[in-house]
């Protein structure tokens, strides 16, 4: 049972990327799966979440500018992420739940989170 993260890298400011939570072992479709990000020195936070149906939820900072979805098919969830800014640089994080609450960690699986640099 594992989840990969990947799809991080440098970019621009108002740069893009697309990163994707990628399931081995398990369904993803029988998870909600949150994308969680934490910056140097700051705490975990939640960022977006889709649900088992495809509800969507996304922080305020980031309304408007990502974009969450699920691919069952490849057992996949990705992050879009539009007009990034310097201060959406961290380290991003996918993990599983039965529901989505962005202000608690999640209490399933894991990725091991990839990197994100948006500069200046």
């Known amino acids: 049972v594992q989840l990969q993260a990947s799809g991080g890298g440098l970019v621009d400011d108002g740069g893009s990327l697309r990163l994707s939570c990628a399931a081995s072992?398990?369904?993803?479709?029988?998870?909600?799966i949150t994308w969680y990000r934490q910056a140097p020195g700051m705490q975990r936070e939640g960022v977006s979440c889709?649900?088992?149906?495809?509800?969507?939820y996304y922080t305020d900072s980031v309304k408007g500018r990502f974009t969450i979805s699920r691919d069952n098919d490849k057992n996949t969830v990705y992050l879009q992420m539009n007009s990034l800014k310097p201060e959406d640089t961290a380290v991003y994080y996918c993990?599983?739940?039965?529901?989505?609450?962005?202000?608690?960690?999640?209490?399933?699986?894991w990725g091991q989170g990839t990197q994100v640099t948006v500069s200046s």
């Open positions: 889709i649900t088992m149906d495809g509800t969507t």
């Open positions: 993990a599983t739940d039965i529901y989505c609450d962005l202000t608690a960690m999640a209490r399933g699986n």
């Open positions: 072992g398990f369904a993803l479709d029988d998870s909600a």
